[in-house]
C-alpha cells in the first residue's frame, strides 16, 4: 500500500503478527449510525430566524434558561435528578410543516446553550417491516 492512498479517517486493516498495513479499506458507514448525524455546535442564532418571536421565548425558558442557569431552579427548590444532564427538561418535540424553521431553531439552542446538535429524521427511525 502506498503511503499517498492513505488519508486521514480512512480505513485500514493492519496484519495481526506485525500490526503493519495490509490493505485499504472502503469507507463504510454503518447503517444504524448514519441515522443520526453529530453537528459541531452550529453558528444558527435567534437572530437569523424570523417570525418565531414566540416560539423563541418558550424555548429560551423551557430549554436555555435551565441549561445555562441552574443555580436560579435550585434556588426554587426545583431539584436536578442525577441521571439526567439537561435538567429539569425531559425534551421538546417540535412539529409543523416543512420549511417552518424547526431545524433552524434547534441549531440556534444548540448554538446558544453550547450543546452538541444530533439531527435526527422521524422518517429514518420508521421501519415499514419488522427487521428492516
Known amino acids: 500500500v502506498l503511503s499517498p492512498q492513505v488519508t486521514p479517517n480512512c480505513r485500514v486493516a493492519?496484519?495481526?503478527d506485525s500490526y503493519t498495513l495490509h490493505k485499504i479499506l472502503?469507507?463504510?458507514v454503518d447503517p444504524l449510525v448514519s441515522l443520526m448525524m453529530v453537528e459541531k455546535v452550529p453558528d444558527?442564532?435567534?437572530e437569523m430566524i424570523g417570525g418565531l418571536d414566540k416560539q423563541i421565548k418558550e424555548i429560551k425558558e423551557v430549554i436555555e434558561l435551565p441549561v445555562k442557569h441552574p443555580e436560579l431552579?435550585?434556588?426554587l427548590g426545583i431539584a436536578q435528578p442525577k441521571a439526567r444532564a439537561l435538567w429539569p427538561l425531559q425534551g421538546v418535540l417540535l412539529y409543523g410543516p416543512p420549511g417552518t424553521g424547526k431545524t433552524l431553531l434547534a441549531r440556534a439552542v444548540a448554538h446558544h446553550t453550547d450543546c452538541t446538535f444530533i439531527r435526527v429524521s422521524g422518517s429514518e427511525l420508521?421501519?415499514?417491516f419488522i427487521g428492516e
Open 14 to 16: 493492519l496484519r495481526n
Open 26 to 28: 472502503p469507507n463504510k
Open 44 to 46: 444558527s442564532t435567534y
Open 73 to 75: 431552579f435550585e434556588a
Open 126 to 128: 420508521v421501519q415499514k
